[in-house]
């Protein structure tokens, strides 16, 4: 890495700037001024910064699209505290009423301001190494040292660990750790994270993934409490469930990923923690060797009073929400990519009995997808499931079997899935000699289990406004879903239909040794081209359902959350209920996308097929008669065809790019092909009428 000679910017005017604006109380000011004594007298510099903290009547007051920015109103810290006190007991004025519903913790809100204009390239943050938090640290304690010598498997093993030394030190060293002056600067509560919000704010979230990450998270964190405490018992007398969960949430909002002397590791740093998010980056940070302090720099002019901020990254709102309880106001980057996403659920997630999923007259509303899905018959069912599961083991050896091998082994021995086709399902290959002993253990969950009702289990993809590598796979395994027999085995190697031509076709692997074949195997995610006309209006009534049924566990559509967001005073800024309404309502944006997509593609395949058909038409006449009526077909064809619709699309400015880009190449591949296929068979059945056959 390159090192440069590292100098702070300085003050530009000569006398030293007042620092008025920290908006404390004297107990709140003592603090922070200790803090920044500590920093500076252990060789911190930061002498253009000055902290700011902003009271909830900020939130009313923004700049940079809803990027916080104080006022300079000095705030009276006990109203907010009194305010507190009245939590429940049923405030009766308005203005309690209002601080009661916005009592979510950001009255901890704190940033950082330029004192003066801040140049381009200007270093203005320094901290140096003696100064940070890092992962060693928390690995050096004896709390440390107990899990590494433990394996213990951990949620959030770097995390843990910068956890581990912040409340093994503020446990045992108290006021006289070296870090006292930072530890008091934390926020203590942090009501904007929403694993501590409260039923009522989580409401807001109904019908989203987010609730379920939320509940996972509360658990992860348990269970790491819980496995900390088993692998050094002493742990639960320094920290108690509620704490580990503050830190946890500490670290992950504060954390700075860092190359240290060339060892990747994580840190807290004191005083460049203080930076809030907002892109595009006007800063950017880094530790600098030669210096050994960490660093931030300008990357653009800043004005004097103008808040610095720093950009956590380029992030869905799921992630601001989860991991520093927030979400942007308009998440869109520079270039117009918006990377808001919504986790699609793909398959079905509950059990189902057989006659659910083929009996008409016992379909239930949850068996919505089994339609598409199930295919044909029961042996199509079977064998999608082996293609749609291949693989999700990663190594099943004759020694060991994991429990989700154990599941898909079952429930393919349920269906009367055979052995060989549950270790093909599994393992991607045909059960060997040294696989004997899976074999016979696919047999006896075969046996095991023969009445239970059949899981199709569900895969979930995170998708967004764009055709990314997550849209490739969520279309591919669409695909898969809805394939009939025929059809899945075109697409994986072994069935009846898996030709030469069919391989190069569909790049299915040759079958080659087993060891290659483990690293070329095809899964569900592979099939990246559409593999008929009639397969791909499957997979996008699929998708059209999978969307529909997603946006209908909502209790609000897209456009109510819009006009509630313009409310500001039901949905104030920066409030847990406008996180919430935030990210529901990208999620339904992203949804409504799809849908969007699906209802254009079908209508585009409609067309095609029509043209198809006619195409066909016309050479089944040109093999009767000698001069077809390709005139009339032709003329129909150029009004409602697809060259015609796919103009009408790139002439619509509301078309969204990556849909046009579908219909025309992705589809219009499939057309030309189908076209391509007519001819010659047209000009096969032309020569055979010349020859007189
Ligand atoms: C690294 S800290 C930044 C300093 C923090 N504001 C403080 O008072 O200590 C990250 C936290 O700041 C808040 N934050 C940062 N950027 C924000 C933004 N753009 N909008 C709302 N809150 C933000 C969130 O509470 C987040 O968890």
Not at 36 to 48: K, S, T, V, Y
């Amino acid at each position: 890495m390159v090192t440069q000679k590292q100098e702070v910017a300085t003050p530009t005017n000569h006398s030293p700037p007042t620092r008025h604006n920290y908006n404390y109380d004297e107990q709140e000011f003592d603090k922070f001024q200790t803090f920044e004594r500590w920093l500076i007298a252990n060789g911190a510099q930061f002498p253009c910064l000055e902290l700011r903290k902003y009271d909830n009547s900020d939130r009313y007051k923004d700049n940079k699209d809803g990027v916080l920015e104080s006022v300079n109103s000095r705030v009276v810290m006990e109203e907010n505290e009194s305010e507190e006190k009245k939590d429940g007991a049923g405030g009766e004025t308005t203005k309690s009423a209002i601080t009661n519903e916005v009592n979510d913790g950001s009255d901890e809100m704190r940033g950082v301001h330029a004192l003066t204009n801040l140049p381009p390239q200007a270093i203005i943050v320094s901290i140096p190494l003696r100064c940070l938090i890092t992962v060693e640290m928390g690995q050096n304690t004896p709390i440390g040292r107990k899990i590494l010598s433990s394996d213990l498997e951990l949620d959030a093993p770097k995390h843990i660990f910068l956890m581990i030394y912040l409340l093994w030190d503020r446990a045992v060293n108290g006021s006289n750790s070296f870090f006292a002056p930072y530890y008091a600067v934390l926020p203590r509560r942090l009501r904007n994270m929403p694993i501590f919000w409260s039923e009522e704010e989580l409401e807001g979230l109904k019908g989203s993934y987010m609730l379920s990450q939320i509940s996972d998270r509360l658990q992860a964190v348990t269970r790491d409490y819980q496995s900390v405490c088993a692998a050094a018992p002493e742990f639960a007398s320094i920290a108690t469930l509620e704490e580990f969960t503050w830190a946890r949430t500490i670290v992950c909002s504060r954390n700075f990923g860092l190359l240290i002397n060339g060892r990747r590791t994580s840190a807290l740093v004191p005083h460049a923690d203080m930076l809030n998010h907002h892109r595009p980056r006007e800063t950017k940070w880094t530790f600098c060797e030669e210096s050994q302090c960490f660093t931030i720099t300008t990357l653009k002019e800043i004005g004097a009073g103008e808040q610095v901020y720093d950009s956590y990254g380029q992030k869905c709102n799921h992630r601001f929400l989860l991991n520093y309880g927030f979400c942007v106001e308009s998440n869109v980057e520079i270039d117009g990519f918006c990377p808001n996403e919504v986790s699609l659920e793909l398959g079905w997630g509950e059990d189902l009995e057989e006659d659910e999923i083929y009996d008409d007259s016992k379909k239930s509303s949850s068996s919505r997808f089994s339609q598409l899905i199930c295919g044909e018959d029961r042996e199509c069912l079977e064998k999608k499931l082996a293609f749609w599961t291949r693989g999700d083991v990663e190594s099943v050896s004759s020694e060991y079997f994991g429990s989700s091998w154990h599941t898909i082994a079952s429930n393919m021995g349920r269906m009367g899935g055979s052995a060989s086709a549950i270790m093909e399902a599994t393992l991607g290959t045909s059960p060997t000699g040294a696989d004997a002993a899976a074999a016979r253990f696919a047999e006896a969950s075969i046996v095991a289990a023969p009445q239970q009702p059949i899981v199709f289990p569900a895969k979930r993809v995170r998708v967004c406004i764009s055709n990314n590598e997550n849209t490739r796979v969520m279309f591919s395994m669409l695909r898969v879903l809805v394939c009939n027999s025929s059809e899945l085995d075109r697409i994986s190697w072994g069935g009846r239909a898996a030709t030469a031509a069919g391989q190069r076709l569909y790049g299915i692997p040759g079958m080659a040794s087993s060891a290659t074949q483990a690293t070329s195997i095809r899964m569900c995610r592979d099939i990246r081209y559409p593999i008929s006309l009639q397969n791909e209006r499957r997979a996008m009534e699929l998708l059209l359902e999978i969307t529909e049924f997603a946006l209908s566990k909502y209790p609000t559509s897209l456009a109510q959350d819009a006009a509630d967001l313009k409310n500001e005073t039901a949905f104030p800024k920066y409030s847990n209920q406008r996180h919430a309404k935030l990210q529901v309502h990208g999620e339904k944006e992203v949804l409504h996308h799809f849908a969007l997509w699906a209802r254009t593609a079908i209508h585009v395949i409609d067309i095609i097929l029509h043209e198809l058909a006619n195409e066909i038409k016309i050479v089944s006449q040109a093999s009767k008669v000698t001069h077809p009526d390709r005139e009339t077909e032709d003329g129909q064809n150029q009004e409602l065809g697809f060259d015609y619709v796919i103009q009408a699309m790139e002439e619509d400015d509301e078309c969204h790019n990556t849909i046009l880009r579908y219909c025309s190449d992705a589809l219009g591949a499939v057309r030309r092909d189908e076209l391509n296929q007519i001819a010659a068979e047209s000009i096969g059945i032309e020569r055979t009428r010349n020859m007189g056959v």
